[in-house]
């Protein structure tokens, strides 16, 4: 840590409390590792809320959300969709052994083919301990150092194992801004520190409307003005969009509409009984670093897309 990021007040995260699910104790010890002193200091304020009371099921969510999220943002939809409607540890396994021979081939990835290799493994251990601590293996060989790739879906999982939030996963939006607000940026050069003139400009809310056909969208400022007539025939290319994908558990997907990006992320609202969207537009696509995809040691650049309600323009 450096003695700018000190300076800022960051701090270290310090031990965690003794007669942890071990499971857990692994969990935090990945994102405190892959972590920059800045998102480092969402652990820190999550320590005292650590619980000791025995096994979470890490492995299940692991393999059930933290993976097919992943591979949906690095671009590989269809076999995320595959994951989508496995349930039991057996077929889970199965479709893990297939997306890791998958991933073997030329337009695979190695660090994906390498965690789901792993998660097999996971997954047939009859051991619940072992079980959850190979899974947080399998996740460390795709969450990347101090880049921010995957770190907040893995925190996301963490919070839903401590009581802090209601779903193991968040919309692509939502977490895109997370990435954005902790990872996006570099830390301040000491000439830099200080305080700002400027005023925050005033956060609009996002506008919730529900369709007659079957559909609940929020949408977010910077689409909702420029569509202001038009939010029917999004709403409706949404739809399509899902239905084409074959999945309502969509995490991040992007479609084009009129001279625009749009980005959306959906999940099923067992409540009203349809399908729920966030829908945003896109200001730019954002180089946050290189991954090695193939395993060949050419590395390609990660573009993260940016939502224009966060970036505050579109390019």
Known sequence: MTALSKKLGNFPVTDTPTEVDPGLTALVSLLNDRANDKARQ???SRLDKIPNTG??????LIAGVFFPQFMELIGFEEEANSIADCTGRQKMSRAYTTL????????GSGILASGCIMLVAALKTRDPVEQDILAVSAASQVVCFETGEGWFNLLYILDYILGLGDSPYAGSIQSIQDFNQYFGENELDGAEVGVSDQRPKKKIDPLTKIFDF??????FPALAE???EQLEDVAMQILDEVAALGSV???MHRFAFEDEEV???TSWDDDLDMLSADADLVAYQDAIGEIDLKGDGEPETILIPVPASEAGYIH
């Open 42 to 44: 969402l652990l820190v």
């Open 55 to 60: 096994r979470t099921d890490i492995c299940t």
């Open 263 to 265: 980005i959306i992320a």
């Open 214 to 219: 079957g559909v609940k969208v929020r949408w």
């Open 249 to 251: 558990n969509i995490y």
């Open 226 to 228: 420029k569509f202001t």
């Open 100 to 107: 890791g021979k998958r991933f073997l081939k030329p337009d």
